[in-house]
């Protein structure tokens, strides 16, 4: 059964870091493109970051340029989204969801999204 598990989100203070992680299990991650999401509380999910098949990256998102970066260890099958520089507003359940071919391809699969609260 093709399933996303995301991992390592928690509390953290503004200014700081979390990687969080994409772990794919059923299928080989690395033929495939995957995005991050999120949804701040109130809000309608947002896309951050995407990388596709052959290490292409798409940044959906100004807030996060130049704090967020997105990378993939296909030995690990997994896709990770490394945050720094953490704001109050990075606050949201983080999901990472398999897109259909490219960056800008249907959404097919979903996680179950982590939860990330920045705050002192």
């Known amino acids: 059964q093709l399933q996303l598990v995301e991992s390592g989100g928690g509390l953290v203070q503004p200014g700081g870091s979390l990687r969080l992680s994409c772990a794919a299990s059923?299928?080989?991650?690395?033929?495939?493109?995957i995005g991050w999401f999120r949804q701040a509380p109130g809000k309608e999910r947002e896309g951050i970051l995407c990388i596709n098949r052959i290490g292409g990256t798409t940044n959906y998102a100004d807030s996060v340029k130049g704090r967020f970066t997105i990378s993939r260890d296909n030995a690990k099958n997994t896709v990770y989204l490394q945050m720094n520089r953490l704001k109050p507003e990075d606050t949201g359940v983080y999901y990472c969801?398999?897109?259909?071919?490219?960056?800008?391809?249907?959404?097919?699969?979903w996680g179950q999204g982590t939860q990330v609260t920045v705050s002192s």
């Open positions: 059923g299928f080989t991650l690395e033929y495939y493109t």
């Open positions: 969801a398999l897109r259909r071919s490219t960056c800008g391809g249907e959404i097919t699969s």
